[in-house]
């Protein structure tokens, strides 16, 4: 004979469970609002960043064209994405391509889809710290490897292989890369920043650094600012 | 969504079938087990069910 749990017992777990369904629900502007991001100015769960290739650029047509990235031999790619949010592209530059639709920004698993359908001619990496990790990763090169190799293991572990073979794959062959970055994840971001011995800020910076052209929702123009990249007074050359 | 997103409405759905049964005088902990398996499913079977008879399960056993 074994007594039965309290009725306290599962008065706790109802709440426990209440709280944690309402954070998942409406807790991405709290977290928001505490992320290190936000004071850089992106601080949207739906930003996706597009590394144009060297010498080339990133373009997109209205309604439901896709992203196209073009290299410096004039090779198009074309993006198979499927969003479901009008997004602006932009340049650095202050060239303005779009607006397109694109869906699924904050759907990792759907970049990864679109990524394994555009094959080795574009790459998007997952949505999460995994990527951001990676550009902090890859910018930092000799430097501190010691807490990058540390910073690596620790985040194998947490899955970012996938990541990794994109971003390895894009820098191999010289061909785009889209990152995309969910701020829901910015408080593991600084997890793992630290386990790297640098700050999420730094990390940022990098990855601002190294981005040729971005995509981001268009309710987050303040990020244009820091950029210091004003879109072009004529849309229509978006194109270019 | 991932699966992992919808633990905690497994759980709640888990916990919230077992506090129901405990109040209608059934074994709360088994009840808890039956709504992670089968979801809004045990709370509705438990509702629908006739009160245990004085025979059968309480909430101070638990035949498992």
């Known amino acids: ?240 | 969504m991932e699966i992992a997103d919808f633990i905690p409405w497994w759980c709640l759905v888990g916990f919230t079938a077992g506090w129901l049964a405990q109040r209608r005088g059934r074994i709360g902990r088994t009840w808890f087990a039956l709504g992670l398996l089968l979801g809004p499913i045990a709370i509705a079977i438990l509702l629908l069910s006739p009160p245990p008879s004085s025979t059968g399960e309480s909430h101070e056993t638990d035949p498992v």
Request: charged letters at 20%.
């Open chain 1, 1 to 240: 004979m074994t007594r039965d749990w309290s009725p306290r017992t599962f008065r706790i777990g109802i709440a426990a469970s209440l709280a944690v369904l309402l954070l998942q629900w409406g807790g991405v502007p709290v977290i928001e609002a505490l992320n290190p991001l936000s004071v850089a100015g992106c601080s949207s769960p739906r930003l996706i960043y597009v590394r144009a290739p060297e010498g080339g650029h990133v373009s997109a047509d209205v309604d439901e064209s896709p992203v196209k990235l073009v290299n410096r031999k004039g090779e198009v790619t074309t993006i198979p994405a499927r969003f479901d949010q009008p997004i602006m592209v932009l340049e650095k530059g202050g060239e303005r391509h779009g607006p397109l639709l694109l869906q699924g920004i904050d759907r990792h698993h759907e970049a990864l889809c679109a990524w394994t359908e555009a094959g080795t001619t574009a790459c998007i990496a997952l949505a999460d710290i995994r990527a951001i990790y990676l550009i902090h990763q890859g910018n930092l090169q000799k430097q501190r490897r010691r807490g990058l190799a540390g910073g690596a293991i620790a985040g194998a572990a947490l899955g970012m292989l996938p990541g990794t073979l994109a971003l390895t794959q894009a820098n191999e062959q010289d061909i785009p890369l889209i990152l995309c970055i969910s701020a829901a994840v910015v408080p593991v971001t600084t997890g793992m920043g630290a386990l790297a011995g640098v700050g999420t800020g730094e990390i940022v910076g990098r990855i601002r650094d190294q981005t040729d052209a971005y995509v981001i929702s268009p309710e987050q123009w303040r990020f244009q600012e820091v950029l210091r990249a004003p879109p072009s007074e004529d849309p229509s050359d978006g194109n270019r």
